[in-house]
Nanobody
Framework: QVQLVESGGDSLQAGGSLRLSCQVS????????IGWFRQAPGKEREGVAS????????YYADFAKGRFTISRDNAKNARFLQMNNLAPEDTAIYYC??????????????????WGQGTQVTVSS
């Protein structure tokens, strides 16, 4: 079992920045990818960014490239999502998730086994 707890969600104005955190615990050695996803009201959950757990390889959704950065702190077993130049369309619940598969479609939610409870990000114009 792997537990993930997100934090850092907030309400802010368009153009602002926010850093989300994901604390990973449990059998994290069994995971191969940890990613960030989001779900806006009335929309399907979509992938934002993902990173391998055994190396620095990352993958971003097109809307995230150039604005969002996924990173990690191995000593703290934590993952982060730095989000810059936020827009109202970025409003969503943001989740981190872990996959135990060796090869996956990086930003497909069904590829991930363990999920956090989510943290709300609200961006106003």
């Amino acid at each position: 079992q792997v537990q993930l707890v997100e934090s850092g969600g907030d309400s802010l104005q368009a153009g602002g920045s926010l850093r989300l955190s994901c604390q990973v615990s449990g059998n994290s050695e069994s995971t191969f990818y940890i990613g960030w996803f989001r779900q806006a009201p009335g929309k399907e959950r979509e992938g934002v960014a993902s990173m391998t757990t055994r190396g620095p390889v990352t993958y971003y959704a097109d809307f995230a490239k150039g604005r969002f950065t996924i990173s990690r702190d191995n000593a703290k077993n934590a993952r982060f999502l730095q989000m810059n130049n936020l827009a109202p369309e970025d409003t969503a619940i943001y989740y981190c998730a872990a996959s135990i598969k060796r090869t996956i479609s990086w930003l497909t939610p069904e590829e991930y086994t363990y999920w956090g409870q989510g943290t709300q990000v609200t961006v106003s114009s």
